[in-house]
């Protein structure tokens, strides 16, 4: 079983910085994907950014360049730093997590374990 726990969500304007942290407990000495998804009322949930246990990553489009990914396995912490926030950036930011092997995919119906999430909101 694993829990996750988010945190650094809040308000800023167009070109701002925020960074999201996701504490991970539970059997996470086996190989996992990790993903941060988010969630904007009446669409559907989009796949952000993953990593795997050998660091590998893959990012929404929209967002390459700008957020980053990583993994602090010290403090079993999965981070997501974004920078130039646009206002399309704004929604209910997940941390998800999956037991697998190989490169990660940001597709949502891979993914057993959720946290409550954390507000991003992004003002023009």
């Known amino acids: 079983q694993v829990q996750l726990v988010e945190s650094g969500g809040g308000s800023v304007q167009a070109g701002g910085s925020l960074r999201l942290s996701c504490i991970v407990t539970g059997n996470t000495h086996l190989n996992y994907w990790m993903a941060w998804f988010r969630q904007v009322p009446g669409k559907k949930r989009e796949g952000v950014a993953g990593v795997d246990s050998d660091g590998r990553t893959d990012y929404l489009d929209s967002v390459k360049g700008r957020f980053t990914i990583s993994k602090d396995n010290a403090k079993n912490t999965v981070l997501l730093q974004m920078n130039n926030l646009k206002p399309e950036d704004t929604g209910m930011y997940l941390c998800?997590?999956?037991?697998?092997?190989?490169?990660?995919?940001?597709?949502?119906?891979?993914?057993?374990?959720w946290g409550q999430g954390t507000q991003v909101t992004v003002s023009s």
């Open positions: 998800a997590a999956v037991r697998a092997n190989g490169p990660p995919s940001i597709d949502d119906k891979w993914y057993d374990y």
